[in-house]
């Protein structure tokens, strides 16, 4: 029968990005003086899988380029070439080039066969650097048969014989569950596929198979081989296999599964649902007589307790370590510092900090501004290192941590830092407000602002001042803020700040008149109700209240909001202590309800951007509560605006 190969396509694209990051990973940290030799065959290994795999579903332009790719890497793991940094130069670029063509295959934007020609052509001609005479040197015949497909029961080194240089020593080294994984992700749905021929007329002269000989004859294969010839090659479409149903692997083994994220999400919409129903039985049921109802009552007690460790395990699925992304940053300031001419190291710390896949995904672009900038504007030129007592090799360190129900990323660097008359002499040229008298946190967030630069010449890497306006739109996007501290000579860290999820938060309710509202818990310090000695006004700034020697000025909450009917005398109401960007505010409310775990729904996207809400849920009763942004409410006092209904 005949089985359409398309249905794994994704899960190559797949694994074929993961071999591709690792391998990139795994390059950045060779030592090209003193290569250590189990990294050289993780690499070798990665190619040889992605070659592999790209072969039998008949993508023979990555099968090409991680043919060349692996001849070179082969030399080297043999002792035949000596690494140079211009090879591992190529393989970055070679890798570069396989994410293109893999963007390519899934209908991205399309590769430029160009490239690829070269590519080829740069690693071939490392490669030959005093290469021996081989067999496979000389291009084959265009009229090579295909090798016959090889049995998926039979042992992984025969399978590889199909693609795989003259070196059996090659596939033999690579462990089966490291190099073929992806055969053994598909294995239980189909035979492994006769591989079709590539173009006799392909980048390199030669069709890809038809340059490999056929894997040696075992007792096995000559059993199982047809006494017919192989098909001619042809455009792959869907390549024949056998039909069989194979036995459950003896052991353990990997027991994960591949789930997409639309699925993922879905299900945790439905489970946010779950937990508004429960919440609204939860109230129902606080109006019965727990006596006679005492069965109804522990019933939904325990409902409740389920429902939230399904929540959170539910939640715990979408949570990615944020490795995934730092892991691309090593690249980043590789390339960066070899175009600026600096030393530069990254260090990285907590990379095993989890977070949400849709924040991963969006922080991704942030950070590497942040990166960039510090790499331009921070990291000074080895001379001028030097000459100011310092080492010439700058660092950057990118670490990440959990505070609170949020995540902090921060990226420090032990540059020239912030130069705060310059920023300021650049904000007054721009016609932006400043003044002299600006504490430097608020000097330094001017960087944010659109098309600021403190770059006398722009180059590919900065001068426009287009990027760090988008880095704090972004963050700002995400529910997130970003502060900067910087001394100058000694260096900048800037930190971002971001909720640990998008889907629901820890809150706490609060009544002003007939509205209730939800406080993310993770900004509140206290609350308290404040007698009349506390309540000050200073230096014409009316509403301060005074908590422990601190003054704090006060946010009435139904001025905010125009709300009436509602508890103006401010000895009368609740105060409840809130801290973010550093600052403290009290906001006035009439009453606390309580602690709820709420489900997050944009009101943005369902109504419009209300200025001080950042979203809205659906309390147990049924109504509809407003989720305050307490950075603008903070912002409102700290700014010592009038506060508008």
Same mark, same amino acid.
Request: charged residues 20%.
């Given at each position: 029968?005949? #089985?359409?190969?398309?249905?794994?396509?994704?899960?190559?694209?797949? &694994?074929?990005?993961?071999?591709?990051?690792?391998?990139?990973?795994? @390059?950045?940290?060779?030592?090209?003086?003193?290569?250590?030799?189990?990294?050289?065959?993780?690499?070798?290994?990665?190619?040889?899988?992605?070659?592999?795999?790209?072969?039998?579903?008949?993508?023979? %332009?990555?099968?090409?380029?991680?043919?060349?790719?692996?001849?070179?890497?082969?030399?080297?793991?043999?002792?035949?070439? =000596?690494?140079?940094?211009?090879?591992? %130069?190529?393989?970055?670029?070679?890798?570069?080039?396989?994410?293109?063509?893999?963007?390519?295959?899934?209908?991205?934007?399309?590769?430029?066969?160009?490239?690829?020609?070269?590519?080829?052509?740069?690693? $071939?001609?490392? =490669?030959?650097?005093?290469?021996? #005479?081989?067999?496979?040197?000389?291009?084959?015949?265009?009229?090579?048969?295909?090798?016959?497909?090889?049995?998926?029961?039979? !042992?992984?080194?025969?399978?590889?014989?199909? +693609?795989?240089?003259?070196?059996?020593?090659?596939?033999?080294?690579?462990?089966?569950?490291?190099?073929?994984?992806?055969?053994? *992700?598909?294995?239980?749905? *189909?035979?492994?596929?006769?591989?079709? !021929?590539?173009?006799?007329?392909?980048?390199?002269?030669?069709?890809?198979?038809?340059?490999?000989?056929?894997?040696?004859?075992?007792?096995?294969?000559?059993?199982?081989?047809?006494?017919?010839?192989?098909?001619?090659?042809?455009?792959?479409?869907?390549?024949?296999?056998?039909?069989?149903?194979? !036995?459950?692997?003896?052991?353990?083994?990997? =027991?994960?599964?591949?789930?997409?994220?639309?699925?993922?999400?879905?299900?945790?919409?439905?489970?946010?649902?779950?937990?508004?129903?429960?919440?609204?039985?939860?109230?129902?049921?606080?109006?019965?007589?727990?006596?006679?109802?005492?069965?109804?009552?522990?019933?939904?007690?325990?409902?409740?307790?389920?429902?939230?460790?399904?929540?959170?395990?539910?939640?715990?699925?979408?949570?990615?370590?944020?490795?995934?992304?730092?892991?691309? +940053?090593?690249?980043?300031?590789?390339?960066?510092?070899?175009?600026?001419?600096?030393?530069?190291?990254?260090?990285? /710390?907590? &990379?095993?900090?989890?977070? %949400?896949?849709?924040?991963?995904?969006?922080?991704?672009?942030?950070?590497?501004?942040?990166?960039?900038?510090?790499?331009?504007?921070?990291?000074?030129?080895?001379?001028?290192?030097?000459?100011?007592?310092?080492?010439?090799?700058?660092?950057?360190?990118?670490?990440?941590?959990?505070?609170?129900?949020?995540?902090? /990323?921060?990226?420090?660097?032990?540059?020239?830092?912030?130069?705060?008359?310059?920023?300021?002499?650049?904000?007054?040229? $721009?016609?932006?407000?400043?003044?002299?008298?600006?504490?430097?946190?608020?000097?330094?967030?001017? /960087?944010?602002?659109?098309?600021?630069?403190? *770059?006398?010449?722009?180059?590919?890497?900065?001068?426009?001042?287009?990027?760090?306006?988008?880095?704090?739109?972004?963050?700002?996007?995400?529910?997130?803020?970003?502060?900067?501290?910087?001394?100058?000579?000694?260096?900048?860290?800037?930190?971002?700040?971001?909720?640990?999820?998008?889907?629901?938060?820890?809150?706490?309710?609060?009544?002003?008149?007939?509205?209730?509202?939800?406080?993310?818990?993770?900004?509140?310090?206290?609350?308290?109700?404040?007698?009349?000695?506390?309540?000050?006004?200073?230096?014409?700034?009316?509403? @301060?209240?005074?908590?422990?020697?601190?003054?704090?000025?006060?946010?009435?909450?139904?001025?905010?909001?125009?709300?009436?009917?509602?508890?103006?005398?401010?000895?009368?109401?609740?105060?409840?202590?809130?801290?973010?960007?550093?600052?403290?505010?009290?906001? +006035?409310? %009439?009453?606390?309800?309580?602690?709820?775990?709420?489900?997050?729904?944009?009101?943005?996207?369902?109504?419009?951007?209300?200025?001080?809400?950042?979203? !809205? =849920?659906?309390?147990?009763?049924?109504?509809?509560?407003?989720?305050?942004?307490?950075?603008? @409410?903070?912002?409102?006092?700290?700014?010592?605006?009038?506060?508008?209904?």
């Amino acid at each position: 029968m005949t #089985t359409d190969m398309t249905q794994f396509y994704q899960v190559f694209f797949e &694994e074929t990005a993961e071999h591709l990051s690792g391998m990139e990973s795994m @390059l950045l940290e060779l030592d090209v003086h003193q290569p250590d030799a189990e990294q050289l065959n993780a690499i070798f290994r990665a190619a040889h899988s992605i070659k592999g795999s790209a072969g039998t579903f008949g993508f023979t %332009d990555l099968a090409q380029v991680t043919h060349v790719l692996e001849n070179l890497l082969d030399r080297i793991r043999k002792g035949e070439l =000596t690494l140079r940094e211009n090879m591992i %130069d190529a393989f970055l670029d070679a890798g570069d080039i396989l994410k293109t063509l893999l963007a390519a295959h899934r209908g991205e934007a399309p590769a430029d066969p160009n490239a690829v020609a070269a590519i080829c052509a740069r690693l $071939r001609e490392l =490669t030959s650097d005093a290469a021996p #005479t081989s067999p496979d040197a000389a291009p084959p015949s265009p009229a090579s048969p295909v090798p016959a497909a090889a049995p998926a029961t039979q !042992a992984p080194e025969t399978a590889y014989g199909l +693609f795989d240089d003259p070196a059996p020593a090659s596939a033999a080294a690579a462990p089966a569950d490291e190099s073929y994984g992806f055969f053994e *992700a598909v294995g239980d749905a *189909a035979e492994t596929a006769a591989a079709p !021929a590539a173009s006799a007329s392909d980048g390199d002269g030669y069709g890809f198979f038809t340059d490999l000989p056929a894997p040696a004859p075992t007792a096995a294969s000559e059993a199982a081989a047809a006494p017919t010839e192989a098909a001619p090659a042809k455009e792959a479409s869907s390549p024949l296999v056998t039909d069989r149903r194979a !036995a459950p692997r003896a052991g353990g083994g990997d =027991t994960s599964i591949r789930v997409g994220v639309e699925k993922v999400d879905q299900l945790i919409n439905l489970i946010g649902e779950l937990v508004i129903t429960q919440a609204m039985l939860a109230q129902s049921a606080s109006e019965v007589d727990p006596v006679i109802f005492e069965r109804l009552l522990t019933g939904l007690g325990q409902l409740e307790r389920n429902t939230r460790d399904i929540q959170e395990t539910v939640m715990s699925i979408r949570m990615m370590p944020i490795s995934v992304v730092f892991s691309r +940053f090593p690249r980043v300031v590789r390339d960066t510092s070899q175009k600026l001419g600096k030393q530069v190291e990254l260090k990285t /710390i907590g &990379e095993g900090t989890e977070l %949400d896949k849709g924040l991963i995904e969006r922080i991704s672009d942030p950070l590497t501004h942040l990166i960039r900038n510090s790499l331009d504007h921070g990291i000074e030129m080895p001379e001028q290192r030097i000459a100011a007592g310092k080492q010439a090799t700058g660092t950057i360190t990118l670490k990440a941590s959990h505070q609170s129900g949020n995540i902090v /990323i921060e990226v420090g660097d032990d540059g020239a830092g912030l130069n705060r008359a310059r920023i300021l002499a650049k904000a007054k040229e $721009r016609g932006l407000p400043h003044a002299d008298s600006m504490p430097d946190s608020e000097v330094w967030l001017l /960087i944010f602002e659109a098309g600021f630069s403190t *770059a006398d010449v722009v180059t590919e890497v900065s001068g426009r001042g287009v990027g760090m306006d988008v880095v704090k739109r972004n963050i700002t996007g995400m529910g997130g803020r970003v502060e900067i501290e910087s001394m100058l000579g000694v260096g900048t860290r800037m930190t971002v700040r971001l909720p640990l999820t998008l889907a629901i938060l820890d809150g706490m309710s609060v009544g002003v008149g007939r509205e209730t509202y939800i406080i993310p818990i993770g900004y509140v310090i206290e609350s308290l109700q404040a007698s009349k000695s506390m309540i000050k006004s200073i230096s014409g700034v009316e509403r @301060l209240i005074q908590v422990r020697g601190e003054y704090l000025p006060v946010v009435p909450l139904y001025e905010v909001f125009g709300i009436p009917q509602s508890i103006r005398a401010l000895d009368e109401g609740i105060m409840v202590v809130l801290e973010s960007d550093g600052a403290k505010v009290a906001l +006035f409310v %009439d009453a606390l309800i309580g602690q709820h775990q709420v489900v997050i729904k944009s009101l943005e996207a369902n109504y419009r951007k209300v200025p001080g809400v950042s979203g !809205a =849920t659906i309390m147990g009763d049924g109504h509809v509560a407003m989720i305050l942004d307490v950075s603008a @409410l903070v912002g409102m006092a700290k700014n010592v605006m009038p506060v508008a209904a």
